[in-house]
């Protein structure tokens, strides 16, 4: 099973810079799937990794692919399915490949981050407007961290957080903060050791200035970690896998709960299928460091390789994707899932995809006060890009 590059949905801010934790939706009846929008490549943009965000009526996103310069794009996709490419990265300096969600301010001015280019080729923060004018905020140099996979999250100053999968002291990755006057700093080098290493998934933020995260290796097994920061920069592990059936290598974000739980989704573990790796878990981590397993995934039809996070809507229900299975489409190993998972551990798929609609769900999904989710695929959705097709947008009602 292979892995395609990470990518974690952060917080989507709407109408200031705010940090936030996960906010319960109403979950919606009556289900129906529907492909909003299918890239073409090329121009047009391919390949999206991340989420979208909304901003009144029109959806925005990242492609890792496609643009002008095929080296990725910022889009912006209308209610009436109208896409357009509101930004073209062309590499270099300029920074390549982003694969992050979003965030904007309340000027609608967009973040994130791109994985390649600037000025030392290990990655930027970047700012683009409403217009279309892209700011570089950050040009990251490898010891301060390297290839940020997610995006940032932002607090009331308008500082940004976020992590970078390598570069740092250690090599191992990076929390990092930029303060509004766009000066970068380290909040935690990983060592690659108990500590964990290569934070993929961004930040969640919780109570007194404290992050939560997660890191896809490093732990006292190396199969990863459930993290938190303190607001005086101090890092300890909430959690450290031990890759059997608790879940191995998280690779997205997490939400939490009111109580203050973690949830979150691993790749792999969970059980003995997938080649004996297991197929991945959506877990939950008490304030305390106890985490249990919600659900072991089996392969085949119940979906395989959790590479997004979770949404949870107000009844307690968690809702996520699958890379890979639902199906034999796609290769034979299944062209991915959407999930929902209920509270007494009930395990519903909502939609399995057959590539013509979308192939590979890298991304968190996001919702709307209706219960509507909306999603991306990597792949799929036509046979452009080499005929693996360059991804959608999609729409989900349970």
Same mark, same amino acid.
């Given at each position: 099973m292979s892995v395609i590059r990470s990518v974690a949905r952060t917080s989507m801010v709407s109408g200031g810079l705010i940090l936030? /934790?996960?906010v319960p939706f109403q979950s919606a009846q009556a289900g129906k799937f529907q492909v909003l929008y299918a890239f073409q490549g090329g121009s047009d943009a391919a390949n999206p990794f991340g989420a979208v965000i909304r901003n009144g009526g029109i959806r925005y996103g990242t492609t890792y692919y496609g643009g002008t310069n095929n080296d990725g794009a910022v889009f912006q996709l209308? !209610?009436?399915? =109208?896409e357009s490419v509101l930004y073209s990265f062309a590499g270099g =300096?300029?920074?390549?490949?982003?694969?992050?969600? /979003?965030? +904007?301010?309340?000027? %609608?001015n967009l973040y994130g981050t791109t994985n390649a280019g600037g000025a030392k080729t290990c990655g930027t923060v970047f700012k683009v407007t409403p217009q279309g004018t892209k700011t570089t905020v950050v040009s990251f140099t490898c010891t301060d961290g390297a290839y940020p996979d997610a995006g940032v999250i932002a607090d009331k100053e308008g500082n940004l957080f976020g992590t970078t999968y390598g570069g740092g002291a250690g090599n191992s990755g990076t929390v990092y903060k930029v303060t509004a006057d766009g000066t970068e700093?380290?909040?935690?080098?990983?060592?690659? %050791?108990?500590?964990? &290493? $290569?934070? $993929?998934g961004g930040l969640l933020a919780g109570k007194?200035?404290? /992050? #939560?995260?997660t890191t896809y290796g490093g732990g006292t097994a190396g199969v990863g970690t459930v993290f938190e920061v303190t607001a005086k920069e101090k890092e300890s592990v909430l959690y450290?896998? +031990?890759?059997g059936s608790d879940g191995a290598y998280p690779f997205? !974000?997490?939400?939490?709960?009111?109580?203050?739980n973690l949830y979150g989704t691993t790749y792999y573990g969970g059980g003995t299928g997938c080649s004996g790796s297991g197929c991945g878990t959506v877990f939950k981590v008490a304030p305390g460091?106890?985490?249990?397993?919600?659900? &072991? #995934?089996?392969?085949? !039809?119940?979906?395989?390789?959790?590479q997004a996070g979770l949404v949870m809507d107000a009844r307690g229900n968690l809702y996520g994707t699958t890379l890979y299975g639902g199906g034999s489409g796609c290769g034979g190993v299944g062209c991915g899932t959407v999930f929902k998972l209920a509270p007494d551990g009930t395990k519903t798929t909502l939609h399995a995809f057959s590539g013509s609609d979308g192939y590979g769900p890298a991304a968190n999904m996001i919702a709307d006060k209706k219960g509507n989710l909306y999603g991306t695929t990597f792949n799929g959705g036509g046979t452009g890009c080499g005929g693996d097709g360059c991804g959608v947008v999609f729409k989900l009602k349970e």
């Open positions: 936030a /934790l996960a209308a !209610n009436d399915g =109208t =300096t300029d920074g390549a490949n982003p694969q992050t969600d /979003l965030i +904007k301010d309340s000027g %609608g700093s380290v909040v935690h080098d990983f060592s690659g %050791g108990t500590d964990g &290493a $290569y934070p $993929y007194k200035g404290v /992050l #939560f995260g450290a896998f +031990k890759g997205a !974000n997490l939400i939490a709960d009111s109580a203050g460091g106890t985490e249990t397993v919600l659900h &072991a #995934f089996a392969g085949g !039809n119940d979906g395989m390789g959790l």
